[in-house]
């Protein structure tokens, strides 16, 4: 495999996040354009570099309508400047598409007294925990989202419960010309791929043991199956997860993270019609990091990271051991998303 190098420049052509009332209405949006370039290759069967210039622009509009909020946002993804060898998918383009239309209204919280609750319905990104799971990503040039509904607590002391059962939205456009074209073509709901889950934070977990400590746990379901123009391993899958971190702060300097996951279900070899045999999952994912931040302007932080996710050794064995990646960003720890 030849070396690979990735030179990469970010310009922010407006103020990200910036936002403004109309009566009961409030806009906010951000715009970004990048550069990206690759010199050499680490793809199977190609060569030489590649290169392209990335923009994505996003406006959200909300409607205050009493105990209801409305809400819709456009997201407009688009490429310029790549090849035709160019790893171009709908991941890095997806012009003027509608990446949330939600409605918002206030419930009550029936396990704390003093806590607030708010129910989120319609198509929507999410942002859960460490977000390895569920993420609006950042640096990815299009963002993932769903449709469904999502309900989550906000308590004092940060405490936090998340619910949901959403179905993913499938990026448009597919085809190469399209692709190469920027042509805005609808996302669609893939109605026969099912996420539910239930997730827990809770601030502060070990005060007597080591304060400043956060506990999270969850529980997330994913089931798939075959619907009209795609066939799909038939995956039925179970995820507990637990996490535990330290997060780095003006008075302490030492920070960690332990977020551990464990996969179980069934699903096939292949997405193949004719494959009717259901095998065993066991799969398992750690990340773990340490960090020492400094009493220093800009607050620097040295991290250490170590991630490890199963494989499968022997794929006739009956079982399915390979820690595959679903939802949440690729990178959500170091970033290299884009042509790399």
């Known amino acids: 495999m030849g070396r690979s190098v990735l030179l990469a420049g970010v310009a922010l052509v407006a103020t990200p996040a910036a936002a403004f009332d109309i009566g009961p209405v409030r806009v906010s949006g951000e715009a970004r354009l990048r550069y990206e370039s690759l010199q050499g290759q680490f793809r199977t069967g190609r060569a030489g570099g590649d290169q392209g210039i990335y923009a994505r622009t996003l406006v959200l509009a909300e409607i205050d309508a009493g105990r209801l909020t409305f809400g819709a946002e456009l997201q407009d993804s688009r490429a310029w400047g790549t090849d035709a060898g160019s790893p171009l998918t709908a991941s890095l383009v997806n012009p003027a598409d509608l990446l949330q239309a939600y409605v918002k209204l206030p419930t009550p919280d029936p396990f704390a007294a003093k806590g607030e609750a708010e129910l989120m319905l319609g198509r929507m990104t999410l942002d859960i925990g460490s977000r390895r799971v569920m993420e609006r990503v950042e640096f990815a040039n299009v963002i993932s989202n769903f449709t469904g509904a999502y309900w989550r607590t906000r308590r004092p002391g940060g405490h936090e419960l998340h619910a949901l059962i959403?179905?993913?939205?499938?990026?448009?456009?597919?085809?190469?010309?399209?692709?190469?074209?920027?042509?805005?073509?609808?996302?669609?709901?893939?109605?026969?791929?099912?996420?539910?889950?239930?997730?827990?934070?809770?601030?502060?977990?070990?005060?007597?043991?080591?304060?400043?400590?956060?506990?999270?746990?969850?529980?997330?379901?994913?089931?798939?199956?075959?619907?009209?123009?795609?066939?799909?391993?038939?995956?039925?899958?179970?995820?507990?997860?637990?996490?535990?971190?330290?997060?780095?702060?003006?008075?302490?300097?030492?920070?960690?993270?332990?977020?551990?996951?464990?996969?179980?279900?069934?699903?096939?070899?292949?997405?193949?019609?004719?494959?009717?045999r259901d095998l065993d999952v066991n799969a398992w994912k750690v990340h773990a990091s340490v960090g020492y931040q400094f009493d220093a302007p800009w607050s620097p932080l040295i991290r250490l990271d170590w991630d490890y996710a199963s494989g499968d050794e022997d794929p006739a064995d009956g079982a399915f051991d390979q820690y595959e990646r679903l939802l949440g960003s690729r990178r959500t720890d170091l970033g290299n998303t884009g042509i790399h």
């Open 166 to 276: 959403v179905s993913p939205v499938a990026f448009r456009p597919l085809d190469r010309a399209s692709l190469d074209d920027n042509r805005p073509q609808g996302d669609e709901e893939e109605w026969g791929r099912l996420i539910w889950g239930v997730h827990y934070r809770h601030a502060n977990a070990l005060p007597s043991l080591a304060p400043g400590i956060w506990a999270e746990a969850s529980l997330y379901g994913f089931r798939d199956e075959d619907r009209v123009g795609a066939q799909t391993p038939d995956r039925r899958y179970l995820q507990p997860n637990i996490r535990l971190f330290r997060p780095p702060a003006a008075n302490r300097r030492w920070s960690f993270e332990v977020d551990a996951f464990h996969r179980s279900g069934t699903r096939r070899a292949s997405a193949a019609a004719t494959d009717r």
